[in-house]
């Protein structure tokens, strides 16, 4: 099973739902991210959140469209993206994006980043994507990634106290056993050039950044 959950951020940087990169996927939506999915002609499996962002008109059209919501009070301790993120972590997907939760207020992309965490000892590949980054957590382990050429900008940072044993085989600026610091930028902004580039760790949770701009 692959999910893609859909939030509320600016519809500009939401990728084409329609292309064919997102055919196998099932929807969820997140709040206002429902209505993008309703508007796109998609109907999510699940729904989630207090839809406060919606409209009169939007929250009725939610409303009488027969999906299956999750409909919680504004004062509540989880964001509309986490109540639908766990829901889908529980589905033990093999692979689940979250599109729609960049731009717009820092508070709410600073988060949403931080909820890659709940992946982070499960088989499910979580992945934040929007028309210009893809964002994943990697855990302690060897990686070997296909280069992906929409993506010129490779970078890296500590989402620990610190990442040790940082090692970067086929790319612009190679590490070997290297310690990554929270804290530093000491990995920003790099570029892969072999087709299959290497990633390896021996501890610590590392955030890689493919950016194409």
């Known amino acids: 099973m692959k999910l893609a959950i859909v939030a509320g ?25 429902t209505m993008v999915l309703v508007n796109n002609n998609i109907r999510p499996i699940r729904a989630f959140g207090d839809f406060d962002s919606l409209s009169e008109d ?26 639908a993120l766990d829901w889908a972590l529980s589905q033990s997907p093999e692979q689940c994006l979250l599109l729609g ?22 088989t499910t590949k979580l992945e934040i994507m929007d028309r210009r ?29 610190k990442v040790t044993g940082l090692t970067l085989k086929g790319v612009k600026y190679p590490l070997q056993e290297a310690d990554l610091p929270l804290g530093s930028s000491l990995c920003i902004s790099n570029e892969a050039e072999a087709n299959v580039f290497t990633v390896a760790l021996s501890q610590g949770y590392l955030l890689m950044m493919q950016c194409s701009d």
């Open 9 to 33: 951020g600016p519809e500009s940087l939401i990728p084409d739902l329609q292309s064919s990169e997102f055919r196998d996927y099932q929807w969820v939506g997140a709040d206002h991210g």
């Open 58 to 83: 939007e929250r009725a059209k939610v409303n009488h469209s027969g999906l299956q919501l999750s409909i919680f009070p504004p004062e509540k301790d989880k964001t509309d993206l986490e109540l």
């Open 101 to 122: 939760v960049t731009g717009g207020r820092q508070d709410h992309a600073l988060a949403s980043v931080q909820l890659l965490m709940k992946a982070a000892h499960m």
């Open 133 to 161: 980054n893809c964002i994943t957590l990697l855990t302690p382990g060897t990686y070997h990634i296909k280069k992906n050429i929409f993506y010129r900008y490779l970078s890296f940072l500590s989402l620990s106290e």
